[in-house]
């Protein structure tokens, strides 16, 4: 898909892991926080520019878009067999061909997450060690069970049907509800996706709070590679772990610094346009008939996928 | 520490749910009472700085590095009525803007690391009753807020892991949720935090702590609160 963002930024920076005479150096502290504040600006810009694109989902209401989130987060959490889940991850991928964004760049992180968390995590959980039940594979034979207090240790360490299933499970349920909320996210603007959050009664004064927070957020993180760079740009030697805790403090220190004469700033530019502790929220936008087939969509799937 | 979805069962993350909007209307309106008007940009700096003290890496004794989660030094910074509000919109725009933490679980997350881990951070430091003129004093009590309120939030987590296959297993006993139960996942989570990650929330919140202590200490809401002084 076409993009407007900057090259640079659709670039993956290669790892510069300091290989000096066959020895790995370690990524230094300076570089690591300098790649988490370039990560935080870079999907934020990522996520505003897809969210600006001009696909089938981007169109959509955000109250219809954050209905369907919070609708489909809890039929994923209630869908408690494989089929169920493997047909929202159809859905989710047609969804998702219909979003008109970037699906090797989604799929490869929603990969990321979901292995981590959906498999990485609960893999010994298909063992028989923590899942009882029938060994469909075998792994280790041991001359004997063992018991070491409350935990036994069975003769023979294998895969279980039971286990493999709920791993299975967890697998596809983290897989799809990680997927859908990415689609949603890419394709809604953050602060009009925020707004929606009054549908299921958020007040105002909460959600000026994270919008106001999520810009803060971009400037901050801009700051934060401005300071470290200029840090390391100082830096002709490594100055000692000792030496470097009471430099990152200070950063710290600083930023804290910057936040609160940020906080002070946006305060009196929203006096001077007049605000005086309340919040006047815009009127909401009607849905349109398309909306309201968005949501009979999204229900009468959720519905018929739970009673599969 | 950040719960994803697919490991709480809906009679877990609906209770957790329902506790975090309660108590976070309740410190929406304690920290509006100090600050009037200004609340809202200031509750917005303080969510952005939650989120922001996590990019900071920092150098640990050992050769390692890390960085905190922020709850502990966020209630020591602003009190733990701010950090409920500030932890809980960072904990928020993470788990939708960048996939950390489930849908589901944002409650339980929120409860875990914006109202228990900053409650017990505060009341812990509280406890010492630290005098800003013993520097030392002061960087062992925020240590140990910080790395008992990480060590004391993992096992809770453990705990929210570990009822699941109790309360939520089908009707041949096969989980549905989280498959470890309390024998696994306490064990698991404590030591890992006690021995590492509680270590490293502990020095972060120490060292952040010290060097606010040294530049500006009415900056610090807990050393304020000792003095008898308002915010601001």
Redesign the interface.
């Given at each position: 898909m076409a993009t407007n963002l900057p090259r640079y930024l659709m670039q993956n920076e290669p790892v510069h892991t300091g290989e000096t005479s066959g020895r790995k150096v370690?990524f230094s502290?300076i570089d690591?926080?300098i790649l988490?504040?370039a990560k935080?600006i870079k999907?934020?810009y990522v996520?505003a520019e897809n969210a600006t694109a001009g696909g089938v989902l981007h169109s959509m209401h955000p109250k219809v878009k954050f209905f369907a989130?919070?609708f489909m987060?809890?039929i994923?959490?209630?869908v408690?067999n494989l089929a169920g889940q493997m047909c929202i991850s159809v859905f989710v991928f047609i969804l998702v061909l219909m979003g008109r964004i970037n699906i090797p760049g989604m799929y490869k992180?929603v990969l990321f997450?979901a292995f981590f968390?959906?498999f990485f995590v609960?893999f010994p959980?298909s063992l028989n060690v923590?899942?009882p039940g029938k060994v469909v594979l075998n792994l280790v034979s041991l001359d004997q069970s063992y018991q070491f207090w409350?935990?036994h240790i069975p003769q023979n360490i294998g895969f279980t049907s039971?286990?493999v299933?709920?791993?299975g499970?967890?697998f596809l349920?983290?897989w799809n509800?990680?997927s859908f909320?990415?689609l949603i996210?890419l394709t809604t603007s953050?602060p009009a996706?925020i707004k929606s959050f009054k549908l299921v009664g958020v007040?105002d004064?909460?959600l000026?709070?994270?919008?106001?927070?999520?810009?803060?957020?971009f400037i901050?993180?801009r700051t934060?590679e401005e300071t470290y760079l200029a840090l390391k740009s100082r830096l002709f030697q490594n100055p000692g772990?000792g030496q470097?805790?009471?430099l990152?403090?200070?950063?710290?220190?600083f930023?804290?610094k910057r936040?609160?004469a940020?906080?002070?700033n946006?305060?009196f530019a929203?006096?001077s346009r007049g605000?005086?502790?309340q919040?006047m929220p815009e009127p909401p936008q009607p849905l349109t008939t398309r909306d309201y087939m968005a949501i009979g969509i999204v229900v009468v799937f959720g519905i018929a996928v739970k009673f599969i | 520490m950040h719960i994803?979805?697919?490991?709480?069962?809906?009679q877990t993350?609906l209770p957790l749910m329902g506790v975090f909007v309660a108590v976070?209307a309740v410190a929406?309106k304690k920290v509006?009472l100090d600050f009037?008007?200004?609340?809202?940009?200031?509750?917005?700096?303080?969510?952005?700085?939650s989120?922001?003290?996590?990019?900071?890496?920092?150098?640990i004794?050992g050769g390692t590095?890390g960085?905190a989660v922020g709850s502990a030094v966020i209630a020591l910074?602003f009190g733990p009525w701010a950090a409920v509000?500030a932890v809980s919109?960072?904990l928020?725009?993470q788990?939708?803007?960048?996939?950390d933490g489930?849908?589901?679980a944002i409650g339980a997350n929120c409860f875990n690391m914006a109202i228990f881990m900053p409650f017990v951070a505060h009341y812990l430091f509280k406890l010492f009753s630290v005098n800003p003129k013993r520097k030392t004093k002061v960087f062992v009590a925020a240590f140990i807020s910080g790395y008992f309120s990480l060590v004391l939030t993992a096992i809770l987590t453990a705990v929210e892991f570990g009822i699941q296959p109790l309360i939520a297993s089908?009707a041949?006993g096969?989980?549905?949720?989280?498959?470890?139960d309390l024998?696994?996942a306490i064990p698991v989570m404590a030591i890992e935090h006690l021995v590492l990650f509680g270590i490293v929330e502990g020095l972060i919140t120490a060292?952040?702590v010290?060097?606010?202590l040294k530049?500006?200490p009415g900056?610090i809401f807990a050393l304020r609160i000792r003095k008898g002084m308002q915010h601001d």
């Open positions: 370690r502290v690591k926080t988490n504040a935080t999907s934020v996520q989130l919070i987060a809890v994923i959490s209630l408690n992180k997450l968390f959906g609960v959980a923590i899942s409350i935990y039971e286990g299933q709920v791993v499970l967890i349920r983290v509800s990680v909320s990415i996210m953050f996706f007040p004064t909460f000026m709070v994270i919008t106001l927070a999520y810009k803060y957020i901050l993180s934060i772990n470097l805790r009471k990152i403090s200070g950063r710290v220190f930023m804290f936040s609160v940020q906080y002070e946006t305060y929203m006096v605000y005086s502790g919040i | 994803p979805d697919g490991y709480l069962s809906p993350y976070t929406v509006k009037s008007a200004r609340y809202i940009p200031y509750l917005g700096m303080a969510a952005a700085f989120f922001i003290v996590m990019m900071f890496n920092l150098p004794p590095s960085h910074l509000v919109v960072a928020i725009i788990a939708l803007v960048f996939g489930g849908i589901t089908d041949e096969k989980p549905l949720y989280c498959p470890y024998s696994v060292l952040i010290r060097y606010f530049s500006d900056l």
